[in-house]
């Protein structure tokens, strides 16, 4: 079979992606003819994600001449037509996250109109509101969650007879009737194949990292995530795919090394980067025995994301010496009370914190604290613990310590959302196949895009562009922040929390059916400047 993917990148943001690399590996391990349409570096004059972080002194700028085509929206929808019309594929195939579902929805939509091939999409929001986009017209056939499997027997389906009704994972309409096929247990991680790369321009696995450019190879040691938190992809997981069993799944550590040792004969990696949420969220017997392997059979300089009870006085010094040079640490937010009950991030405080970051410190491995900005319900006052907190974190060693800050998105499946939509804090779509997602671009980078009752989103830009300012000192917290003051307003003394207390015990999925025009009215409780 003809299988043409696509991977609807449209804000240049170049890496590779694991899940969709492991889709197309496995067609075509089983002989099935691939092609990818990879927008990544056709429809940006430099990588939108990079220089917007770069403009507020986020990340040290990296030169990135030649690395993008330039060609206009035209010019690529013509490019992509071409290839349907020429390739005539069996099947087509993307990946969506939801920045760029609206993207994918474009070009699928004329693909549709020139070639009469079936659409099968998959990926992170396929998996938390499948309900919801089975109803797009352009898409007929949506993987929720693992793909490495129903995809494949998909395709065995489609090749064979047509019947899809025994493909697990798999959403499709019969004659208007929304239909599911189930979800089988997760994976053994130790099951899926080795990544082919080949797939992809090089440019790909150029990473600027600390203001130089690495040949980076990304991999899996895990996948999932134990935590609750309500603005994460993960509480969806738990509570949606429940049947699939547990979400925090392990690959060992011989498994993981195994392919990395593949891949790097070809490519020379001069830095990993692990796609985990939780890489060091497993028993310490099989963190020492990857440790132990990477340093002597691997090498290469490596980068996590982590939680972080996870980092401690036994494992920083075996990451040092096993090749660990970066930790990334969701901190999220300095308001104690915010963590727990908005963000509902558990009991750690900022004395946790602060203790973690300075073992890092010690152990010279260098973090990055990911904060966000614009939780419903979040007061600039919040905001200024936040800064606070990351200022102190500086102030432990400036070479070792970096800082990200991005907006709160309302991204569907999360108790966000659920409270955007239940606030009217975002403009819910009607439209099939889109049914609650919000009708302002979804980002995380850019601007917010959910409304914030307890501050303006003038504020929050303003407060997003200079927060490197505060933290480094250019900028002086008003001293109304630093001092205590009876007039300051703090998310505790709001009556938006009783809404994340109905939360607790998780996200409630989107029912398109029961997505109507909300008559809630927004209100913005402080006034603009
Ligand atoms: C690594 C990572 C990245 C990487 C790679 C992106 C990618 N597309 O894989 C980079 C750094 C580039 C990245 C960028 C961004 N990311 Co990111 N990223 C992740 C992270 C931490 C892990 C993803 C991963 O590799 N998982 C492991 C693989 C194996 O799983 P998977 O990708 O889900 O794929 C499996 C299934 O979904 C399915 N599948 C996937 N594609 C397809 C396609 C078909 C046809 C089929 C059948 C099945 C299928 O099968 C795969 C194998 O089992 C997730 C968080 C998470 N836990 O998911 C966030 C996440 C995916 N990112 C997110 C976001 C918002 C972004 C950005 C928009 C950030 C930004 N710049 O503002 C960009 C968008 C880039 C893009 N166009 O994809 C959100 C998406 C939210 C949403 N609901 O859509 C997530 C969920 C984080 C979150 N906020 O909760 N990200
Ligand atoms: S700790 Fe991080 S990865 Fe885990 S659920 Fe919370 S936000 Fe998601």
Redesign the pocket.
């Known amino acids: 079979m003809k299988v043409l993917?696509l991977?609807?990148?449209?804000?240049g943001?170049?890496?590779?992606?694991?899940?969709?690399t492991?889709?197309m590996t496995v067609v075509e391990n089983d002989g099935h003819e691939v092609k990818l349409f990879d927008t990544?570096f056709m429809n940006s004059d430099n990588n939108?994600?990079n220089s917007k972080r770069e403009d507020v002194g986020l990340v040290k700028p990296v030169t990135l001449d030649n690395y993008f085509d330039k060609k206009s929206t035209n010019e690529i929808e013509s490019d992509w037509i071409k290839l349907v019309e020429e390739f005539k594929p069996d099947l087509i195939?993307?990946?969506?996250?939801?920045?760029?579902?609206t993207y994918a929805h474009r070009l699928l939509g004329l693909a549709k109109s020139v070639h009469d091939a079936p659409v099968?999409?998959?990926?992170?929001?396929?998996?938390?509101?499948p309900k919801v986009m089975i109803e797009n017209p352009n898409i007929d056939?949506?993987?929720e969650?693992?793909?490495?499997v129903?995809?494949k027997e998909?395709i065995d389906a489609l090749i064979k007879d047509g019947d899809v009704s025994q493909v697990p994972n798999l959403w499709y309409q019969d004659n208007g009737i929304t239909k599911n096929t189930g979800l089988v247990k997760y994976?053994d991680m130790d099951e899926?194949p080795f990544q082919k790369l080949d797939f992809w321009d090089d440019k790909h696995f150029t990473k600027p990292y600390d203001g130089k450019l690495h040949v980076t190879g990304?991999f899996?040691f895990s996948?999932?995530?134990m935590h609750r938190c309500h603005?994460?992809?993960?509480r969806?997981?738990q509570v949606f795919q429940e049947e699939a069993g547990k979400v925090r799944r392990n690959k060992s550590p011989r498994r993981c090394i195994d392919e990395v040792k593949h891949i790097n004969k070809k490519r020379n990696l001069t830095l990993v980067?692990f796609?985990?949420?939780n890489f060091l969220g497993r028993k310490p017997k099989e963190l020492e025995e990857f440790f132990k392997l990477w340093k002597e059979e691997v090498k290469i300089p490596y980068w996590i994301?982590t939680c972080i009870e996870t980092v401690n006085e036994h494992n920083l010094p075996l990451l040092k010496e096993s090749g660990c040079v970066g930790i990334a640490i969701g901190l999220e937010t300095g308001s104690d009370w915010v963590r727990r009950n908005l963000l509902f991030k558990g009991k750690m405080d900022n004395k946790f914190y602060m203790e973690k970051f300075a073992l890092m410190v010690k152990y010279e491995i260098r973090s990055t604290a990911n904060n966000i900005l614009g939780v419903p319900g979040e007061y600039e006052e919040d905001f200024f613990e936040t800064i606070k907190l990351n200022k102190e974190i500086r102030a432990l060693d400036p070479e070792l310590t970096s800082f990200d800050v991005?907006f709160m998105?309302a991204?569907?499946?999360?108790v966000i959302h659920n409270i955007s939509l239940d606030l009217n804090l975002i403009e819910a779509s009607t439209e099939p196949g889109f049914k609650g997602m919000s009708k302002g671009k979804?980002?995380?980078?850019?601007e917010p895009t959910i409304k914030n009752p307890c501050m303006s989103k003038e504020r929050t830009m303003e407060l997003h562009d200079d927060f490197v300012k505060y933290i480094n000192g250019e900028k002086d917290i008003p001293k109304k922040f630093l001092q205590d003051d009876t007039e300051r307003r703090f998310a505790d003394s709001d009556e938006i929390y009783s809404l994340y207390e109905k939360y607790k015990s998780g996200p409630i999925p989107i029912d398109p059916v029961l997505v109507i025009p909300s008559p809630v009215t927004f209100h913005q409780r402080v006034k603009k400047k």
Do not use: K, W
Not at 93 to 101: C, F, G, N, P, S
């Open positions: 993917f991977y609807p990148n449209h804000e943001y170049f890496r590779c992606p694991v899940g969709l492991l889709i990544t939108q994600d195939a993307t990946t969506i996250v939801e920045d760029a579902y099968v999409v998959g990926g992170s929001m396929p998996t938390v509101v056939y949506l993987v969650g693992e793909g490495e129903a995809f998909l994976l899926i990304f899996e996948r999932g995530c603005y994460c992809i993960n969806a997981f980067m796609t985990d949420d994301n991005s998105a991204y569907m499946g999360t979804i980002t995380m980078r850019h």
